[in-house]
Nanobody, 122 residues
Framework: QVQLVESGGGLVPAGGSLRLSCVAS????????MGWFRQAPGKEREFVAA????????MYANSVKGRFTISKDNAKNTLYLQMNSLKPEDTAVYYC???????????????WGQGTQVTVSS
């Protein structure tokens, strides 16, 4: 099992920036991909970004491409999501996830964090 703990959420005005962090622990040796998802009130959880375990490959949702950057510090087993030019529609609970099977960016993901709230005010 892989345990994931997110941090870094908060309240930010439109146009602002936030950086989310996710520390992975446990059986990380079998992980081949990590990603970020988000869920807004009344909506389904959606994919935001993903990276291969070593961070060599990345994938983004069209809605965040050019504004968000996913990265990974392998020495710290920490995943980041740098979010710039935030919009009110980015408001959601953001979840970190990890997977051990299949391509690094495809569902399903096997392990999930508890989520961190991001609120963008207009």
């Amino acid at each position: 099992q892989v345990q994931l703990v997110e941090s870094g959420g908060g309240l930010v005005p439109a146009g602002g920036s936030l950086r989310l962090s996710c520390v992975a622990s446990g059986r990380t040796d079998s992980t081949n991909g990590m990603g970020w998802f988000r869920q807004a009130p009344g909506k389904e959880r959606e994919f935001v970004a993903a990276t291969s375990w070593r961070g060599m490959s990345t994938m983004y949702a069209n809605s965040v491409k050019g504004r968000f950057t996913i990265s990974k510090d392998n020495a710290k087993n920490t995943l980041y999501l740098q979010m710039n030019s935030l919009k009110p529609e980015d408001t959601a609970v953001y979840y970190c996830a990890a997977k051990q099977r299949g391509a690094y960016y495809t569902l399903p993901f096997d392990n999930w964090g508890q989520g961190t709230q991001v609120t963008v005010s207009s």
